[in-house]
């Protein structure tokens, strides 16, 4: 029998998926399964995106350029522009997804053994992401007490050796939602410059700002022009997750020389979602008030019905659409599985994302979930009554 890779078998599998097969036994038995656990918006895509593919005469699906076409590079800069981020078409590659461009940006600038410092809870993804890379990843715990604020700096500078490359944060945060202040963002900047390392910042939510706070991208930052990697997506920006095109962004043009031959490598981004993805920045700003607004009354609802409940404490969150909860049980990995194997209200139960999953440090977060809101009202509310009266029935 052939064997494996070593780093195969490290790959870690997503939290947010490991309890699928729970859930599709539980549909079985006939089960309704209310979804928190997954960031799939219920948003309609924008009209112009998926007109542009229904209206388009392409005979040819051909390769289009790996770093991706110069038109659409060319509007993308425009909608960066608008957004007081000024770069220029050159700065940016077009990925297949957000995912792809942390790919690239962790190959560009890791070798296997480096190391790369992250606040936790963070997006779980990045564990793999570093996995494939051979990159360790090494936490700084930021905490729910604190709303998950950005970690005392001096937290991140004690973990700082010859083998660390980067710090990474997601701004605005999944899982945490938290938004990261310009002050913030300046502090990691000054660590970042005074270590020589790399600031990536996946701001695939940028958009998702609440309660008229404004997004500060590394990218507005000055002086940050060798450091500062971006990583983008039309995923949840045009609630096209399917269409798998992303970008990252770096004046730093060695890092886009070097991204741009891993790029070469996988040839070219998909043709049709780059239609549609070109054709999405043509959505009114009219699209994001009315997602925005639906989103803030989702939050808003679901974090007070939560804080109905005896014991629970949630981290309430300024941007996304998640929010980390703790529970009053030792193990939501446990609760999570039980739920959906041994639990209904009314032919109904929910799904949740355990949170451990989402922090590298070995045995915290076991007392926290991950919630989705991207579900009508009506259903988070039903899913929260659930919840509540599981949580009974399980500390009984
Ligand atoms: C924080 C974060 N980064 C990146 C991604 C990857 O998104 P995609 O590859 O769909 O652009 C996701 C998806 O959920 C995410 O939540």
């Not at 599709?24 to 219920?42: C, F, S, W």
């Not at 360790?136 to 715990?141: D, E, F, H």
């Not at 193990?331 to 209904?344: I, P, S, V, Y």
Request: proline share 6%; aromatic share 8%.
């Amino acid at each position: 029998m052939p064997i494996i890779s070593e780093k195969g078998l490290k790959m870690p599998a997503s939290p947010i998926r490991k309890l699928v097969p729970y859930a599709e036994d539980a549909k079985k038995r006939g089960v309704n399964v209310i979804h928190l656990n997954i960031g799939q918006p219920d948003i309609k895509t924008p009209q112009v995106a998926l007109d542009a593919v229904k209206n388009n005469t392409l005979e040819i699906l051909e390769y289009s350029r790996s770093e991706g076409s110069e038109e659409y590079r060319t509007k993308l800069a425009e909608y960066y522009k608008k957004r007081d981020i000024d770069i220029n078409p050159s700065e940016i590659i077009i990925t297949t997804g957000g995912s792809e461009a942390l790919m690239f940006t962790m190959g560009s600038i890791t070798d296997p053994g480096d190391e790369i410092i992250i606040p936790e809870p963070f997006y779980a993804n990045y564990n793999g992401f570093a996995t494939a890379s051979g990159v360790n990843v090494v936490p700084v715990v930021s905490k729910i007490d604190d709303n998950f604020a950005l970690p005392p700096i001096e937290d991140f500078e004690k973990l700082i050796t010859p083998k660390t490359k980067a710090i990474i944060i997601c701004n605005p945060g999944n899982p945490t939602g938290y938004l990261y202040s310009r002050e913030e963002i300046k502090k990691l900047a000054a660590i970042v410059k005074k270590h020589d390392l790399f600031l990536i910042a996946d701001e695939v939510y940028r958009e998702f700002a609440y309660d008229g706070a404004e997004h500060y991208s590394i990218l507005q930052e000055e002086g940050l022009e060798n450091n500062a990697i971006v990583v983008d997506s039309v995923s949840k920006r045009y609630s096209m997750c399917g269409a798998r095109i992303g970008c990252m962004i770096s004046r730093n043009k060695e890092i886009i020389n070097t991204a741009l031959k891993f790029a070469q490598a996988r040839l070219s981004p998909p043709s049709f979602a780059l239609i549609a993805s070109e054709a999405a920045l043509d959505t009114p700003q009219s699209y994001f008030d009315e997602v925005i607004e639906e989103y803030v009354e989702r939050r808003d609802l679901l974090i007070t019905e939560l804080n109905k409940i005896e014991g629970v404490t949630v981290a309430k969150p300024q941007g996304a659409f998640y929010c980390i909860v703790k529970l009053p049980v030792e193990n939501t990995d446990d609760f999570a599985q039980w739920l959906l194997e041994e639990f209904n209200l009314n032919g109904e139960t929910v799904m949740v994302a355990p949170a451990a999953g989402f922090y590298s440090t070995p045995g915290i977060g076991y007392d926290q979930v991950r919630i989705a809101y991207v579900l009508k009202k009506e259903n988070l509310v039903k899913a929260v009554t659930i919840i509540k009266e599981a949580l009974k029935k399980y500390n009984a």
